[in-house]
T-cell receptor, first 113, second 116 residues
Framework: GESVGLHLPTLSVQEGDNSIINCAYS??????FIWYKQESGKGPQFIID?????DKRQGQRVTVLLNKTVKHLSLQIAATQPGDSAVYFC????????????FGQGTELSVKP | DAGVIQSPRHEVTEMGQEVTLRCKPI?????LFWYRQTMMRGLELLIY????????DSGMPEDRFSAKMPNASFSTLKIQPSEPRDSAVYFC??????????????FGQGTRLTVV
């Protein structure tokens, strides 16, 4: 029979534009959050993290924003490049659960040259 | 460091056979995670270890799945007997946890398992 897979949200942007990828997390006890990038055929790769005592953190071309009130996380990528094309996952780590990471469904970012 | 190393990268086996997936975490890391990724269910946590001790195996699908971590540098995930619905990419990840503070988990390249 025909298999039905997850239909990942897709974000398509023009090279050079900024990208914003959003994520809603579920557990109000989560106190640590990570964004991962996964390219085809590879494992998830760490991009940036943020702890619950912060609401913003910046890296190289990337910024993560955390809104604990509405349990929302976003990843902003500045000057998006073709090499940024991948699936992006947010992950939450509930407090006192040994570093367990719970992943969201992912968003596919497609960068048009 | 070479990162998290998984073997084999690809495994094709017949239904009913035993499958063993292997993982070498990053040296010095004290937490190890096994994840499964499918199109249907995304990335699911199967089990994780802290200091070689299994902490939470609630994600293990059924008794056919078992995982061990005999020492800090090696872990296995075994499926016996395997079934076609076990076909997926299995990832191992490791991290360092200190004083209750979590840090990022580093993932291996995964093992693509196909059960026919």
């Amino acid at each position: 029979g025909e298999s039905v897979g997850l239909h990942l949200p897709t974000l398509s942007v023009q090279e050079g534009d900024n990208s914003i990828i959003n994520c809603a997390y579920s557990n109000s006890a989560s106190d640590y959050f990570i964004w991962y990038k996964q390219e085809s055929g590879k494992g998830p790769q760490f991009i940036i993290d943020i702890r619950s005592n912060m609401d913003k953190r910046q890296g190289q071309r990337v910024t993560v924003l955390l809104n604990k009130t509405v349990k929302h996380l976003s990843l902003q990528i500045a000057a998006t490049q073709p090499g940024d094309s991948a699936v992006y996952f947010c992950a939450e780590s509930p407090r006192n659960q040994g570093g367990k990471l719970i992943f969201g469904q992912g968003t596919e970012l497609s960068v048009k040259p | 460091d070479a990162g998290v190393i998984q073997s084999p990268r690809h495994e094709v086996t017949e239904m009913g056979q035993e499958v063993t997936l292997r993982c070498k975490p990053i040296s010095g890391h004290n937490s190890l995670f096994w994840y499964r990724q499918t199109m249907m269910r995304g990335l699911e946590l199967l089990i994780y270890f802290n200091n070689n001790v299994p902490i939470d195996d609630s994600g293990m699908p059924e008794d056919r799945f078992s995982a061990k971590m005999p020492n800090a540098s090696f872990s296995t995930l075994k499926i016996q007997p395997s079934e076609p619905r076990d076909s997926a990419v299995y990832f191992c990840a490791s991290s360092f946890r200190t004083g209750g503070a979590d840090t990022e988990a580093f993932f291996g390249q995964g093992t693509r398992l196909t059960v026919v």
